[in-house]
């Protein structure tokens, strides 16, 4: 049996094995959705906890770009690290990497979240081949849709796999000139009708699930898959369709890093298993409980009517009492023959039940409804800062495993930086005291060995604070530590810069430096 016949084989057993999982996942984003990309009648789900979860969520876990720490072994070496953090940062920001760990990030709670990391091919017909930020021979880490990701089955971890893979489309222009591949004879192109229909994935449910119409596009593509073997330490292409070649596009050994180029995140664990419960499943039940009330609910209030009721010798009373205005007096021989009635509406037990739902599914959910700030959940501050302390804990572990995530990823980028024998970026260092200076990374500069620098996620960088939020950490800061210990500052030679301080929080408060001026002058500065 060939290389290319077994890995075929490993296509087939992963999405049979997989496909229960990827079909939860697509119904999750079904319900996430809510129908906004179909044109025929859905199911209603007027309390959407599925996107209120997510809508709270991924904000919070990844909400800008990440940016590096890096600290030294060695104390001279500190110079040189600021300059390595810089490059990171620099990268992370020209592939828009905050963008792609958001994606990540929503994957991770509906399945689980995959990356590629590596650089980018090119050739001299085709440039940025995957994308136009991925410039040839440039760093980039894609998210790789669960879909498409492919994987040892028979493996209980990731250490122990065999091969890690992933499906994509590429031009078959690319495949066909870049003098890369070879054995391309037999493959078809695929039109994204093909590529699309009869997968439960999100691409489907976005372009509608119905393609009785091709997509036209302006080249044709194929489907290829790329596969790691980290015994042989090599990356294989391969035909991903079956009958399309029992020969390898291209084989060529893996220069990478040890833990190879596929990250996976993952909010959960479970025994053996590469595929993760993800949080949002485990909601799912109270979700579905939460609207199928709801719906009754409302069916209940569109029945709901209030009649005049009278006997049959009352017809003329009640008609005097319809056609009377709102104030008026009305004359009636028997006040006792009528009698004004309700029928339907919404059973009072039925909005207990309601909201006994809703805070099982913020309890559930880790108490999102706090998190979210949508509605308080105590009666004293007290006691609602013991339930947000409560809450942060599943949310810090949840930002714990995006950070040491996005560290794995930070990591690779700089082993791919400190290995680059070409490598010449320019940053702008700024020096306390003195003026801005612009640095370069290259091979000539770095000092020390790879493994002399310890590469990590700032904390906290992912997560946006509001203006609000920022202005009073600062405070805190200022009232909590800065003050207290003024004094044992001073005799360091260190003061607290007052004027610095007011431009800082009157920025968070929307105010121009130029208004700040007309009011907080120097004793020196004319009024």
């Not at 009648?41 to 890096?70: E, T």
């Not at 592939?95 to 760990?101: A, R, V």
């Not at 003098?179 to 997968?199: A, M, R, W, Y």
């Not at 612009?438 to 060995?449: D, H, I, K, L």
Request: hydrophobic share 40%.
């Amino acid at each position: 049996k060939t290389l290319v016949s077994s890995l075929h084989t490993g296509i087939r057993v992963c999405r049979q094995i997989t496909k229960p999982m990827l079909n939860h996942r697509a119904r999750i984003l079904e319900e996430y959705a809510n129908g906004f990309f179909e044109d025929k009648p859905h199911v209603k789900k007027p309390l959407n906890k599925v996107y209120r979860a997510l809508s709270i969520l991924v904000p919070w876990l990844a909400s800008q770009n990440p940016k590096a720490m890096i600290r030294p072994r060695l104390i001279q070496l500190k110079p040189f690290a600021d300059t390595y953090r810089l490059t990171l940062n620099y990268l992370s920001d020209k592939i828009d990497f905050g963008i792609t760990l958001k994606e990540l990030v929503l994957d991770g709670l509906t399945y689980i979240g995959i990356t590629k990391t590596g650089l980018a091919q090119g050739g001299p017909e085709i440039e940025d081949v995957l994308g136009y930020l991925h410039d040839a021979g440039q760093i980039y880490t894609d998210r790789v849709d669960p879909e498409d990701y492919l994987f040892d089955c028979v493996a209980r971890k990731r250490e122990e796999m065999d091969y890690e893979g992933n499906e994509y489309r590429v031009p078959l222009d690319y495949i066909r000139d870049s003098g890369q591949f070879q054995n391309f004879d037999k493959l078809n192109p695929v039109t994204i009708s093909e590529h699309v229909e009869g997968h439960e994935r999100p691409e489907e449910q976005a372009k509608g699930t119905s393609l009785k119409y091709e997509l036209e596009e302006i080249r044709p593509y194929v489907r290829v898959a790329d596969f790691w073997l980290p015994n042989e330490n090599i990356v294989v292409t391969i035909p991903a369709v079956e009958g399309e070649g029992e020969l390898p596009l291209k084989i060529m050994e893996y220069g990478g890093p040890e833990r190879g180029p596929y990250d996976v995140l993952r909010f959960s664990l479970f025994p053996e298993s590469i595929i993760a419960i993800p949080p949002i499943y485990a909601w799912l039940d109270l979700h579905d409980y939460i609207n199928e009330l709801a719906r009754r609910m409302a069916r209940s209030s569109q029945r709901e009517k209030t009649v005049l009721a009278y006997s049959g010798t009352a017809a003329q009373d009640a008609e005097n009492i319809i056609n009377a205005k709102d104030g008026e007096s009305v004359r009636v021989d028997d006040v006792q023959a009528l009698k004004e009635v309700n029928f339907g509406g919404v059973a009072e037990d039925s909005y207990r039940y309601m909201d006994w739902l809703s805070r099982m599914w913020s309890e559930q959910a880790g108490n999102l409804d706090l998190v979210g700030g949508l509605r308080p959940q105590a009666e004293t501050l007290g006691q609602e800062q013991m339930l947000m302390a409560n809450a942060t804990v599943s949310l810090d572990d949840m930002s714990n495993s995006v950070h040491q995530f996005t560290k794995k990823i930070f990591r690779k980028w700089g082993w791919y930086m400190w290995t680059d024998p070409l490598i010449d970026i320019s940053v702008i260092k700024r020096l306390p005291g003195l003026q801005d200076i612009q640095t370069s990374f290259t091979p000539e500069a770095r000092e020390g060995g790879f493994l002399d620098y310890n590469i990590d996620v700032e904390p906290y960088t992912m997560q946006r604070m509001n203006p609000t939020m920022r202005m009073r950490r600062i405070m805190e800061l200022v009232t909590g530590l800065i003050l207290p210990t003024a004094d044992l500052a001073a005799q360091q030679g260190t003061v607290l810069q007052i004027p610095a301080l007011v431009k800082a929080v009157a920025r968070d408060l929307d105010l121009t430096e130029a208004e700040i001026d007309e009011f907080y002058k120097s004793m020196g500065e004319a009024p």
